[in-house]
Protein backbone atom coordinates (compact mmCIF):
# COMPACT_ATOMS: atom_id res chain seq x y z
CA UNK A 1 0.00 0.00 0.00
CA UNK A 2 1.73 3.56 -0.63
CA UNK A 3 -0.09 6.02 1.33
CA UNK A 4 -0.03 10.11 0.53
CA UNK A 5 -1.08 13.05 2.57
CA UNK A 6 -2.63 16.37 1.51
CA UNK A 7 -4.43 19.24 2.87
CA UNK A 8 -1.58 20.84 4.62
CA UNK A 9 -0.55 24.65 4.85
CA UNK A 10 -0.38 27.36 6.97
CA UNK A 11 -3.71 28.27 8.69
CA UNK A 12 -4.74 30.40 11.49
CA UNK A 13 -5.52 29.55 14.86
CA UNK A 14 -9.48 28.95 15.28
CA UNK A 15 -9.98 27.58 11.65
CA UNK A 16 -10.42 24.15 10.24
CA UNK A 17 -8.96 21.88 7.54
CA UNK A 18 -9.01 18.63 6.87
CA UNK A 19 -6.22 16.33 5.86
CA UNK A 20 -6.85 13.57 3.36
CA UNK A 21 -4.69 10.58 2.78
CA UNK A 22 -5.16 8.62 -0.45
CA UNK A 23 -3.98 4.78 -0.96
CA UNK A 24 -2.91 2.99 -3.89
CA UNK A 25 -1.98 -0.61 -4.29
CA UNK A 26 -3.71 -3.75 -2.30
CA UNK A 27 -6.89 -2.89 -1.55
CA UNK A 28 -7.47 -0.41 1.26
CA UNK A 29 -10.40 -1.54 3.22
CA UNK A 30 -8.60 -4.67 4.28
CA UNK A 31 -6.60 -2.11 7.23
CA UNK A 32 -6.63 -0.16 10.30
CA UNK A 33 -6.00 3.26 9.40
CA UNK A 34 -4.20 6.30 11.53
CA UNK A 35 -2.92 9.77 11.85
CA UNK A 36 0.17 10.53 13.29
CA UNK A 37 1.96 14.07 13.83
CA UNK A 38 5.51 15.03 14.61
CA UNK A 39 6.16 18.86 15.78
CA UNK A 40 9.82 19.80 15.84
CA UNK A 41 11.85 18.95 18.16
CA UNK A 42 9.11 16.45 19.51
CA UNK A 43 8.51 12.71 19.35
CA UNK A 44 5.94 11.50 16.93
CA UNK A 45 2.32 11.59 18.14
CA UNK A 46 -0.27 8.54 17.55
CA UNK A 47 -3.47 11.05 17.20
CA UNK A 48 -6.27 9.09 15.65
CA UNK A 49 -7.02 5.76 14.51
CA UNK A 50 -9.82 4.08 12.97
CA UNK A 51 -11.24 0.56 11.69
CA UNK A 52 -11.24 -0.97 8.62
CA UNK A 53 -14.87 -0.67 8.70
CA UNK A 54 -15.19 2.90 9.94
CA UNK A 55 -17.58 2.21 12.65
CA UNK A 56 -14.74 1.92 15.58
CA UNK A 57 -12.27 4.91 16.18
CA UNK A 58 -9.64 5.97 18.33
CA UNK A 59 -8.38 9.48 20.03
CA UNK A 60 -5.68 10.90 21.95
CA UNK A 61 -6.71 12.59 25.12
CA UNK A 62 -4.75 15.56 23.60
CA UNK A 63 -6.85 15.77 20.27
CA UNK A 64 -10.68 14.57 21.44
CA UNK A 65 -13.20 16.76 20.58
CA UNK A 66 -11.62 18.78 17.77
CA UNK A 67 -10.14 15.75 15.46
CA UNK A 68 -12.70 13.65 13.58
CA UNK A 69 -10.85 11.10 11.78
CA UNK A 70 -13.22 9.05 8.94
CA UNK A 71 -12.38 7.28 5.18
CA UNK A 72 -14.04 6.57 2.56
CA UNK A 73 -13.25 2.64 1.22
CA UNK A 74 -15.05 3.39 -2.08
CA UNK A 75 -12.50 6.32 -2.80
CA UNK A 76 -9.95 4.65 -0.97
CA UNK A 77 -9.07 8.36 1.05
CA UNK A 78 -8.69 8.26 5.14
CA UNK A 79 -9.71 11.92 6.47
CA UNK A 80 -9.09 13.85 9.41
CA UNK A 81 -10.74 16.93 10.15
CA UNK A 82 -8.87 19.60 12.53
CA UNK A 83 -11.22 22.10 14.07
CA UNK A 84 -10.29 24.86 16.39
CA UNK A 85 -6.90 24.97 15.35
CA UNK A 86 -3.99 25.56 17.85
CA UNK A 87 -0.57 26.67 17.43
CA UNK A 88 0.08 23.57 19.06
CA UNK A 89 -1.21 21.34 16.12
CA UNK A 90 1.78 22.91 14.09
CA UNK A 91 3.35 19.53 13.19
CA UNK A 92 4.22 17.19 10.05
CA UNK A 93 1.04 15.09 9.99
CA UNK A 94 1.34 11.63 7.87
CA UNK A 95 -0.95 8.48 7.71
CA UNK A 96 -0.39 5.14 8.31
CA UNK A 97 -1.88 1.53 7.65
CA UNK A 98 -1.56 -1.62 9.14
CA UNK A 99 -3.57 -4.74 11.01
CA UNK A 100 -5.41 -4.97 13.94
CA UNK A 101 -7.58 -3.74 15.95
CA UNK A 102 -8.00 -1.61 18.71
CA UNK A 103 -3.72 -1.97 18.77
CA UNK A 104 -3.13 -1.67 15.41
CA UNK A 105 0.23 -3.21 13.73
CA UNK A 106 1.27 -0.35 11.32
CA UNK A 107 2.87 -1.73 7.98
CA UNK A 108 2.73 1.02 5.56
CA UNK A 109 3.95 4.89 5.89
CA UNK A 110 3.10 7.68 3.76
CA UNK A 111 4.66 10.54 3.39
CA UNK A 112 3.20 13.22 5.41
CA UNK A 113 1.86 17.22 5.28
CA UNK A 114 2.88 19.89 7.02
CA UNK A 115 0.67 22.24 8.84
CA UNK A 116 1.57 25.57 10.35
CA UNK A 117 -0.92 27.26 12.47
CA UNK A 118 -0.35 30.63 12.67
CA UNK A 119 -1.75 32.68 16.32
Known amino acids: VQLQAFGGGWVQAGASLRLSCVAS????????MGWFRQAPGKEREDVAR????????YYADSVKGRFTISRDNAKNTLYLEIDSLKSDDTAVYSC?????????????WGRGTLVTVSS
Open 50 to 57: INWRGDST
Open 96 to 108: AAGSGWPDVRYQY
Open 25 to 32: GRPFSFYG
